[in-house]
Every structure is written in C-alpha cells, then in structure tokens.
C-alpha cells in the first residue's frame, strides 16, 4: 500500500478485493485501461482539483499530463502519500481541498 497507510484500511481493501476475487479486478482494471474520456473532460465547465499522491504506484504521472493537456486550467496539489492518497494523508488532502474551495477553485 505504501507508506502511512493504516492496517484497518489494508484490512478493508484486503477483504474488499477477496470478496471480488481477481478476474472482477482485472475486468475492472482492464475497463480502466480502455476509457478514452478526452471529450467528456474539455466539456467540463466547473473547475477542477486533481489531488496526485506522488508515491503512486498504480495510476502514472503520464494520466495527469493527459488530463493537462486537455484542461491546462486544472489546478494540481501534489501531496507524498501511495496511490491511496486521502486515507494515507486525511489531514493534507483536506486541508489542499480546503484552499482549493477558498481560492473558488482556481
């Protein structure tokens, strides 16, 4: 999981992932590898957050540079916590989430 991540949450994820066996993750993971939302994104007319857990080794640096390259507007808080971010570092990402509703967003 990675560093700072609580043994409750490995616990839930765990169970979580047992319960679904691995042929449901792979489908799942294979969904994601295959979803094309570049489109969908440009359309969007709110502004976003993208909190990145700089330890991450599930989703790529790469996914964020598609997405700025999409909406360069996007504003970026990275924070150093594994790809679990907002269980590994509650107290950071709330307080990111925070500024970024402060700040309208922008």
Known sequence: ????????????????LRA???????????????LEVSA????????????QAEHDWLVPSANLDAILAVR????VVRIAAP???LQAEPVAALAAI???????GR
């Open 1 to 16: 999981m990675g560093h700072g991540v609580s043994e409750a949450t490995v616990e839930v994820l765990e169970g979580s």
């Open 20 to 34: 679904n066996g691995p042929g449901v993750l792979a489908s799942r993971l294979s969904l994601l590898a295959g």
């Open 40 to 51: 969908a994104l440009a359309d969007v007319r709110v502004p976003m957050l993208y909190v």
């Open 72 to 75: 360069a507007d996007v504003r």
């Open 83 to 85: 790809h679990l971010v």
């Open 98 to 104: 925070r500024a970024w509703f402060r700040g309208s």
